[in-house]
């Protein structure tokens, strides 16, 4: 079972309900549509998006003798459709909300991680799963506490950083769960940055997920050549004294937290689960 693509399937279906010109009078069968699907899924242990947890409520077995009026009702449905429409859109200002501020304590993070190196080696590793593979929340979350657990301890291809920051998204039905990763690291004592973004995709996909994973290395040079070209490029080599470089690498590292981005949230989440994470800035003063 594909947990992400279900999801995603639920939610544009609650999409459609909200909207004004939904006939209500196909809910029910709508609904229906994909409750075999759903209950395959679904685990009370899980934090969903509002329109996703609204479909789950009304499953047979969970939804209460009121709200069974929803599908027959046309009042009933009008009052459901205009508090569920008011509960996503909350839900989504909150997101946005949130990204601004992460996008702001990235942008100061990064400022102080400029102060302390006069040279910063930006690395950016885009990480998902091969499109044969369907792994849950569960999964995905453990897999990425692995990786966290290795880039904050330094392990191996992560020694001599300074810094990171990370997003976990999830995309349109083909995309499903994935991770944009930062590592920064002290410019002064690495460099080769194509090479380390292939060996943290190669960590990834080798040892971390055990074959199922797959990556994009944003450092290798035929990605950057036209960044470059456009006087945009914002990763590999960050000198502090070449203000476009720095002011470009702002912008890459806004990038993780973009407002604008209000469709890549994660469905599902876990008791305690973090979307967004970054390192803390360090006490000394490096050269």
Request: charge should be positive; include cysteine; aromatic fraction near 12%.
């Amino acid at each position: 079972m594909n947990e992400a693509q279900t999801l995603i399937k639920i939610e544009n279906l609650m999409k459609a309900v909200i909207q004004k010109t939904y006939r209500w009078r196909d809910f029910k069968s709508n609904h229906a549509e994909l409750i075999q699907d759903a209950r395959a899924i679904y685990h009370t242990y899980k934090d969903y998006a509002p329109l996703v947890q609204a479909y789950f409520d009304l499953l047979p077995e969970r939804i209460r003798r009121r709200d069974e009026e929803v599908f027959y009702s046309y009042a009933a449905f009008q009052e459901f459709q205009s508090e569920l429409k008011q509960a996503h859109k909350e839900f989504i200002q909150g997101f946005k909300r949130n990204n601004r501020r992460n996008q702001q304590n990235l942008e100061q993070y990064f400022t102080g991680l400029v102060e302390r190196h006069r040279k910063l080696l930006l690395v950016r590793v885009d990480l998902h799963y091969s499109s044969d593979k369907h792994p849950g929340m569960k999964r995905f979350n453990q897999d990425m506490e692995k990786l966290i657990s290795r880039v904050q301890n330094k392990d191996t291809i992560f020694k001599d950083q300074v810094g990171y920051a990370y997003r976990l998204e999830q995309g349109g039905e083909s995309r499903g769960y994935h991770c944009h990763l930062l590592i920064i690291y002290n410019g002064s004592l690495r460099c080769k940055d194509s090479y380390l973004g292939q060996e943290i995709g190669a960590l990834w996909q080798e040892q971390i997920t055990r074959g199922d994973g797959e990556f994009f290395n944003c450092n290798q040079s035929e990605h950057k050549h036209r960044y470059k070209q456009e006087g945009r490029l914002g990763i590999g080599m960050i000198l502090r004294d070449d203000q476009c470089k720095v002011n470009n690498a702002q912008h890459v590292i806004s990038y993780l937290a973009r407002p604008e981005k209000d469709d890549q949230y994660l469905r599902a989440k876990l008791l305690r689960m973090r979307e967004f994470g970054k390192g803390q800035l360090g006490n000394r003063l490096s050269r």
